[in-house]
């Protein structure tokens, strides 16, 4: 069993749902990046996505951009962040880390190269934002190879023909995106979240998680009613921004902003469910 | 060019590409975030089904007849040529297109596929300016809301154009991140097309992007190569034996090159911004320095760092000012159909002159790129051969840069 599936599997034991920040390797700091994952884990992360900053993110908004520029002023690499990772699991074995980023810094260390390096650092899995499966083959092959899971996105946009042949080539876990644009932006629509996970749930038995658009508890509770993992990064990377000198501060935020989600997906209160009119 | 050059393999059709997953060769295809995938794919559906329509393709030409000025008239560059005593030298005038560039060709063919598509939004991503304002002026024309993305540098190097947007009623967005140019500014379309995809067109402006972006582009530029040899043909009764455009994205040199890829003869040299010098990494070079990578949606020849990063861009020519290039030229570069070639910003000034002053045409930056290129290939031709440069643009949006260059205050 993978890291990831044997994390969900504990969680579905204990009826929890899986709380998934984000942050990108190198920001503020690439020497402040390991402690800042074990904060994470110490407030409530199940897994963790780390970023690989990219000159040119053009799927992200500009708070995660932003953080791409910080990290890169420090020339935070691909190979930097492999290395943060072996650091982080000198100390934690047990929480799953999942690298998500652009196509090129991988290219440029060769796909096979990455894979080896990245099954050697005890990363999990890998979740590349412009490489839809058309493009992976190659890719696909390689990390299933080395026992990495592969993570695809799935958007409110995705076709239901197109949902079911992401759902064949994901492992690990699926990642709806839950709404149109960019990381950081917008509100969420719940009861739309709701239908499009259960459609995704038709195809695949793997955890759906949701990002995109989780702010404060309030949504990330909400978002836990209906999927399997809460993925939450722009807020977050907000305090990193905020705080960008104040190490201390920037820590204690980040902390208690994740631990108030995990607290509120726990054991908050839930709104009554409001009938789906429509049906 | 001598003339004893080795010929290019005869019988090898060019014109075949892109295969239906939008590749040329390993270039190009649709790197892009999933949200992206279903709206390329209306696109193509869309780009498929109109041009085969007789209608549409007929809407397209009057276009380009009664609002764009064509055909553009191919000049023979009588002076020049003597001066150069080599081949004879003829300029594809897209100089005196309406809104001064190549660039309308394409936005004239985009608006129509936006209109018939529903779109009531245009946005566009702009480097010099010229695409925006060509952007715009569709969008006046069509009444529909126009978004421009334009580096922050650019838009203090080319402010005249965002003024000309601002006139049209275009909404001119400044990009800070990054290097705050072009690439950045199609980053930033990039993401507005995600968040409004629903009512949103995005026009870019050259054969780069995600497919079919590369091919739609292209056709909608091929007119300027289908005119070029009609109008040789009729003033000098052959094919040229050489075309020279310059390469920033690189639609006005495929528009040029692609009638002209299967006629075996015919050379051709693709001019790449070689800034203060390809060796010092201050250029806009990919395909003669870079690397494949993926950058905008396509993989193609990439200028970036030892850890993948896409590095800054010099040139003088903001619409040369490009860390990538069309996919398709990245394939022509890798089978060996068309020569990629450089020229310096120094160069590129001393043609932007003589043109002015030999034949009385100000060329835009990017355009004297290739006029500096076609005055070195010139002197190791003869008379009886001729080139044709692709005048892609009007030099009056960059008399402010030569001025500043130039120490003169105007
Ligand atoms: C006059 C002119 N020529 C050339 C270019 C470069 O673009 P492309 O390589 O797509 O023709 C531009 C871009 O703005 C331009 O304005």
């Known amino acids: 069993m993978s890291r990831i599936q044997e994390r969900f599997a504990a969680l579905a034991r204990d009826g929890r749902k899986a709380l998934v920040p984000y942050i990108t390797a190198g920001d503020p700091h690439p020497g402040q990046t390991v402690a800042l994952m074990h904060d994470l884990v110490g407030a409530g992360a199940d897994i963790i996505e780390l970023g690989v900053p990219f000159s040119d993110p053009m799927a992200d908004g500009p708070v995660i951009q932003a953080a791409c520029e910080r990290a890169l002023v420090h020339n935070t690499s691909l190979q930097d962040v492999l290395g943060m990772v072996s650091e982080f699991r000198q100390r934690d074995q047990q929480t799953p880390v999942v690298l998500m980023g652009y196509q090129n810094p991988i290219e440029v260390m060769g796909t096979s190269q990455f894979a080896l390096q990245a099954r050697q650092s005890q990363v999990d899995g890998v979740l590349t934002v412009d490489l839809p499966f058309e493009q992976a083959g190659e890719a696909l092959d390689i990390y299933q190879r080395h026992s990495l899971d592969t993570i695809f996105l799935i958007a409110p946009t995705t076709s239901p023909a197109r949902i079911k042949k992401i759902c064949e080539k994901s492992s690990g876990l699926i990642y709806y995106v839950s709404l149109r644009g960019v990381t950081g932006a917008g509100h969420l629509d719940v009861s739309e ?84 009119m429509r049906a | 060019m001598a003339r004893n050059a080795p010929d290019i393999p005869l019988q090898k059709i060019y014109t075949q590409l892109p295969d239906g997953n939008g590749m040329f060769g390993e270039f190009g295809g649709r790197y892009v975030a999933e949200t992206l995938i279903e709206p390329l794919d209306q696109l193509e559906e869309a780009y498929r089904q109109f041009k085969n329509d007789p209608e549409f393709l007929a809407e397209f030409e009057a276009d380009l007849k009664h609002y764009v000025g064509r055909p553009s008239p191919l000049y023979y560059a009588q002076r020049l040529s003597r001066k150069h005593a080599g081949a004879q030298i003829y300029l594809k005038r897209e100089d005196l297109n309406h809104t001064g560039a190549h660039k309308i060709n394409n936005t004239v063919g985009q608006a129509l596929l936006a209109k018939r598509m529903g779109k009531t939004r245009i946005i566009a991503e702009t480097g010099a300016g010229q695409h925006g304002v060509a952007s715009a002026t569709v969008a006046a024309r069509l009444g529909l809301e126009c978004v421009v993305y334009m580096g922050e540098e650019d838009m203090r190097r080319q402010a005249p154009n965002v003024y000309r947007m601002r006139l049209l009623g275009a909404e001119v967005v400044p990009v800070r991140s990054g290097s705050r140019t072009l690439k950045d500014a199609l980053n930033e379309a990039l993401r507005d097309w995600v968040t409004h995809v629903d009512s949103t067109f995005y026009i870019i402006g050259t054969v780069a992007g995600p497919h079919p972006y590369p091919t739609l582009v292209r056709d909608f530029q091929t007119v300027i190569g289908r005119e070029a040899k009609n109008q040789l043909h009729e003033l000098a009764g052959c094919l040229p034996d050489a075309l020279v455009a310059c390469v920033g994205g690189g639609s006005n040199a495929i528009g040029l090159f692609h009638p002209f890829l299967d006629d075996a003869h015919v050379r051709m040299y693709g001019i790449e911004a070689g800034g203060l010098g390809v060796e010092t990494h201050k250029h806009s070079a990919p395909l003669n320095t870079g690397k494949p990578g993926v950058l905008h949606g396509n993989r193609t020849y990439l200028m970036e760092d030892e850890n993948g990063q896409i590095t800054e861009t010099h040139s003088i020519s903001a619409g040369l000012d490009y860390p990538g290039v069309g996919p398709e030229h990245a394939w022509l570069k890798d089978v060996g159909r068309v020569c990629y070639e450089s020229v310096t910003d120094e160069q590129a000034l001393t043609a932007f002159h003589e043109v002015t002053r030999v034949e009385g045409i100000i060329p835009a930056l990017e355009s004297s790129h290739a006029i500096a290129y076609a005055l070195q290939l010139t002197a190791k031709m003869s008379p009886e051969q001729t080139i044709i440069v692709n005048l892609s643009g009007r030099g009056d949006k960059d008399i402010d840069t030569v001025a500043e260059i130039e120490g003169i205050e105007l």
């Open chain 1, 193 to 276: 979240v709701k239908s499009r996970v259960n459609e995704i749930k038709q195809h695949s038995v793997l955890p759906v998680g949701v990002g995109f658009g989780v702010k404060d508890a309030e949504s990330a509770r909400d978002i836990a009613s209906v999927a399997d993992a809460v993925i939450v990064g722009s807020a977050l990377i907000r305090q990193i921004a905020a705080h960008v000198t104040h190490h201390e501060t920037l820590r204690k935020n980040i902390m208690a902003l994740l631990a108030g989600m995990r607290k509120a997906m726990d054991n908050g209160p839930r709104k009554p469910e409001v009938p789906d």
